[in-house]
């Protein structure tokens, strides 16, 4: 009988420490499971905020793209403008050189004249 009650406490025993164990065990899965629950949540948040920031940074990349573009415009409207001030002065200034040549010309021709009519 002694030996009966020693075998039935020990297979009671290991029964407890087996369903203890089975206990814990599922404990921690369930654990990990709110933890891994947790993390993916995390992680969706994560990445639904970089994706947000990516389109931000795709919106400023495309401004600043666009701004290039503007300024680049401006620029080569501004060597235009530049190149056609310079042509128009160089104009202004043959002109200039060319009405003088003409105002020098007709003085020496009108002085060449007045000698011609005072050796007379």
């Known amino acids: 009988m002694i030996l009966y009650l020693s075998v039935t406490l020990n297979i009671a025993t290991i029964a407890f420490w ?18 891994a629950e947790k993390f993916n949540e995390s992680t969706r948040k994560w990445q639904l905020l970089l994706d947000g920031a990516n389109e931000e940074f795709e919106k400023i990349i495309n401004d600043l793209k666009s701004s290039r573009n503007e300024l680049h415009d401006l620029y080569l409207e501004a060597m235009r ?7 128009r002065h160089a104009a202004a ?24 009519g005072g050796k007379k």
């Not at 403008?81 to 042509?87: A, F, Q, V």
């Not at 200039?96 to 003085?107: C, D, T």
């Open 18 to 35: 087996l369903y203890r164990e089975d206990t814990m065990r599922n404990r921690l899965r369930s654990k990990l499971a709110k933890q």
């Open 93 to 116: 200034q043959a002109k200039h050189r060319a009405k003088k040549r003409a105002e020098r010309e007709a003085q020496q021709a009108a002085e060449a004249q007045s000698k011609k």
């Open 81 to 87: 403008e530049n190149r056609d001030r310079k042509i």
